[in-house]
């Protein structure tokens, strides 16, 4: 359980704790969808292989691979930057239709800013079939 927790908590012994508690928190606790993000959250930033082997833990321990935070970001709004996670996020049944606090999917949070991730954009097009918002760079 220890590996367990180092890996998807993350890099110190405080990082650990979230990871056992969302695995031993009651299906009902109101805090439980929280902490499920936050820990997913953790092993996104990981390095994509890491992250993934992570990411799979965290769902053979039972997290929601849909939880939001607060803001209404989704684990993929977090994967942002990352379309092997993306895609590996997608098979496991995340879904990309969230919008966070700003009404944005990951497709358009991901069009947006200043220097957007063309091949981020692509992938969640592909996934979605949809097309990228009307604000959205080209790719030109």
Known sequence: E???????????????RPAHTACRLD?????RHEIER???VEAVELDEDDAITAIELCLE????INAVSTSGESVVHS????PKIIRFLVQKGARLDFENKQGRTPLEQAS????PDL?????LKEL??????KDAPSGK
Not at 2 to 16: F, H, W
Not at 112 to 115: I, L, P, Y
């Open 119 to 123: 091949e981020t954009i692509a992938v």
């Open 27 to 31: 299906q009902q606790s109101p805090r």
């Open 2 to 16: 220890d590996q367990d927790a180092a890996l998807i908590g993350g890099r110190n012994a405080a990082t650990r």
């Open 128 to 133: 979605t079939g949809a097309s990228a918002p």
């Open 112 to 115: 947006t800013g200043r220097e």
């Open 61 to 64: 321990r039972g997290l929601d």
């Open 38 to 40: 936050a820990v997913l």
């Open 79 to 82: 994967a942002l930057g990352s």
